[in-house]
């Protein structure tokens, strides 16, 4: 076990080893046990400080950070462009500096598109606490570990030769970051899992995260493979991550968005679908989802369905998260 994680940033797990981010959920599933039993928790982190700064909005990520904070004793301060100087252009290094000299780390949630990222990777560079992603144009690294969590509970520790599937979905609107199906493709691989990503043409992710992506399937020995037909891909599946992600590599453009997603109304998941992969294969989603367009409600509420599970590991795994990088013995 690694535990020597002390003001680790937590920006992509790529920056993590497996031996550390093993360790992020084996707190995460003691953290989780010890709350069920109602064992205490608040002297963890007691009178530390999170800020989490969101150019954008969210249910979960927010809540689960912050109601985390409140569980291991701390406090946490939800900030926003618009009710900071972020707004009128105040840099990421003196925001971090500034907020690293009050409080322990700063969380931010930053998806602009070619922007995002690299904001956090440049705060990090000059703020003297941790820098954790809360989802960026990239990457969603407490998503994907909170996933993974929820499959280790599921399946076991040992994931190996089990098939994951990452597929587009439809959906009418709004357009996602590519940062959930990006994550899971790079993580899965490192702990053994065969990765299956299935999309419309068009949807493709980054190039430098694919090859990111194929390097980790190739060190761990394992597949991973690009198609665009969705039932295939479903066939003889133990995981089904589903969900929508917008062309972001071909256009933002609303219209044309639109256009593009509506040629593909019947990338839906169904039961006859599901009825594709193995007997006992999970459904999983990161939330929120479009229900009717991405998958019916009958999966999404049936018997298959983790999507809940995996919501409230949020809570749980960055409570680890945090425990780790902003507590323990220093
Ligand atoms: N899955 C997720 O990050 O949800 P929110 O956008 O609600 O935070």
């Excluded at 301060?77 to 618009?82: E, F, G």
């Excluded at 989603?285 to 809940?308: F, L, N, T």
Aim: negative net charge; hydrophobic residues 40%.
């Amino acid at each position: 076990m690694k535990t020597q994680l002390f003001k680790k940033d937590f920006i992509t797990t790529q920056d993590w080893s497996v031996d550390e981010l093993q360790t992020m959920i084996d707190v995460g599933l003691k953290l989780k046990a010890d709350f069920a039993m109602g064992a205490p928790q608040d002297h963890i982190l007691r009178a530390k400080t999170l800020y989490m700064l969101f150019f954008e909005e969210s249910t979960r990520t927010r809540n689960s950070f912050e109601t985390g904070m409140t569980q291991l004793g701390g406090h946490a301060i939800y900030l926003t462009p618009k009710a900071t100087q972020v707004g009128h252009g105040e840099n990421a290094r003196d925001t971090g500096k500034v907020l690293g000299s009050y409080g322990n780390a700063i969380a931010v949630r930053d998806c602009r598109t070619g922007i995002g990222q690299k904001y956090l990777y440049e705060m990090a560079k000059h703020a003297p606490v941790p820098i954790y992603s809360m989802q960026d144009d990239v990457d969603h690294p407490n998503q994907a570990m909170a996933d993974l969590m929820t499959m280790q509970e599921l399946f076991g520790r040992n994931l190996r030769g089990r098939k994951f599937v990452i597929s587009w979905t439809y959906a009418p609107k709004y357009v996602r970051p590519l940062s959930v199906p990006q994550s899971l493709l790079m993580l899965m691989p490192r702990f053994g899992l065969d990765v299956t990503l299935v999309y419309p043409k068009g949807y493709h992710l980054m190039p430098e995260i694919m090859e990111i992506a194929r390097k980790n399937a190739e060190a761990a020995g394992v597949k991973l493979e690009e198609t665009h037909d969705m039932d295939a891909a479903f066939a003889d599946a133990d995981f089904l991550y589903p969900k929508s992600w917008g062309p972001i590599m071909v256009t933002e453009e609303e219209a044309e968005v639109e256009a593009m997603a509506a040629q593909h109304e019947d990338w839906r998941v169904t039961q006859e679908r599901m009825k594709l992969a193995k007997k006992h294969a999970v459904y999983m989603h990161c939330m929120p989802i479009d229900r009717g367009h991405e998958a019916d409600d009958e999966v999404i509420d049936g018997p298959q369905s983790v999507i809940y599970q995996q919501a409230e590991n949020r809570l749980h795994i960055q409570k680890a998260l945090m425990a780790l990088t902003m507590g323990g013995r220093w």
